[in-house]
C-alpha cells in the first residue's frame, strides 16, 4: 500500500525559477529516497536520506526530511526546462520494501 | 555497466496470447523487482526476487508469472491477459547486499510499454 503523499500533485514553473515538492509518510523510517521519471521511462534515483539526517544536498537539489512531522521535501533550484519530469518520494513499507508517493509532474517552461 | 535493459519497449498483445517480458541488468546486483505502473500512478510493486529465489509476491494474479533464470536475468511471462493489464511494466535492480534492500538505491530499466486488446 501507498505510504507516501506528495504535495502538489502538479507543479509548473518559468526556467530559472525553484521548485519545491512535500511528501509526507504514515510510519517511522529508517531512510527515505527521492527518484525522478521522464514521460515513459524508468526511475532514476536522485537523493536517499537517512533518518538521522535533516538535510542533504546533490547539486541543484536540496531534500530536507522532519521525521517529527514524518515529512520530507525536495528543492531544485534554478530549475531548467530539462527538468521536466514525474518526481517520486519513496519509503519503505512495513515489509521493508520501498514504495512510491504518488508523484509531483513538474513543468518547466523555457 | 549501470544499466537494466528490458525488452521489449513495446508489446501488443491478445487475450489470449502469451508473452514474455525480459529483464537484464550485469551489476552484480542481486536482488531484482518488477513493478507494475498505470499512467500517472506511481509505480507498485509486483514481485521481488533475492539471490534468485522469489521472496515477495504482492499478491498478484496467477496470469503473471516471473522467472529468475540466473542473477542478471529476470522474466515476465504473461498469459490470459486482461485489457486493464495494460500498463508500463519496470523491472529494477539493487544490490542486496545486507537484506535491508528498502536501503539500497534502486536501478531502473526504461520499462515495457504493454497494451492488452
Known amino acids: 500500500s501507498q505510504q507516501g503523499e506528495e504535495d502538489p500533485q502538479a507543479l509548473s514553473i518559468q526556467e530559472g525559477e525553484n521548485a519545491t515538492m512535500n511528501c509526507s509518510y504514515k510510519?517511522?523510517?529508517?531512510?527515505l529516497q527521492w527518484y525522478r521519471q521522464n514521460s515513459g521511462r524508468g526511475l532514476v534515483h536522485l537523493i536517499l536520506?537517512?533518518?538521522?539526517?535533516r538535510e542533504k544536498h546533490s547539486g541543484r537539489l536540496r531534500v530536507t526530511l522532519d521525521t517529527s512531522k514524518k515529512s520530507s521535501s525536495l528543492l531544485i533550484t534554478a530549475s531548467r526546462a530539462a527538468d521536466t519530469a514525474s518526481y517520486f518520494c519513496?519509503?519503505?513499507?512495513?515489509?521493508?520494501?520501498?514504495?512510491f508517493g504518488g508523484g509531483t509532474r513538474l513543468m518547466v517552461k523555457p | 555497466d549501470t544499466e537494466v535493459t528490458q525488452t521489449p519497449k513495446h508489446l501488443v498483445m491478445g487475450m489470449t496470447n502469451k508473452k514474455s517480458l525480459k529483464c537484464e541488468q550485469h551489476?552484480?546486483?542481486?536482488?531484482m523487482y518488477w513493478y507494475k505502473q498505470k499512467a500517472k500512478k506511481p509505480p507498485e510493486l509486483m514481485f521481488v526476487y533475492s539471490y534468485e529465489k522469489l521472496s515477495i509476491n504482492e499478491s498478484v494474479p496467477s496470469r503473471f508469472s516471473p522467472e529468475c533464470p540466473n542473477s542478471s536475468l529476470l522474466n515476465l511471462h504473461l498469459h490470459a491477459l486482461q485489457p486493464e493489464d495494460s500498463a508500463l511494466y519496470l523491472c529494477?535492480?539493487?544490490?542486496?547486499?545486507?537484506?535491508?534492500?528498502?536501503?539500497?538505491?534502486?536501478?531502473f530499466g526504461s520499462g515495457t510499454q504493454l497494451s492488452v486488446l
Open positions: 551489476m552484480g546486483h542481486r536482488a
Open positions: 536520506i537517512r533518518s538521522n539526517e
Open positions: 529494477a535492480s539493487s544490490q542486496e547486499s545486507r537484506g535491508f534492500v528498502s536501503n539500497e538505491k534502486l536501478f
Open positions: 519513496a519509503t519503505p513499507n512495513a515489509g521493508n520494501m520501498l514504495t
Open positions: 510510519t517511522s523510517i529508517n531512510n
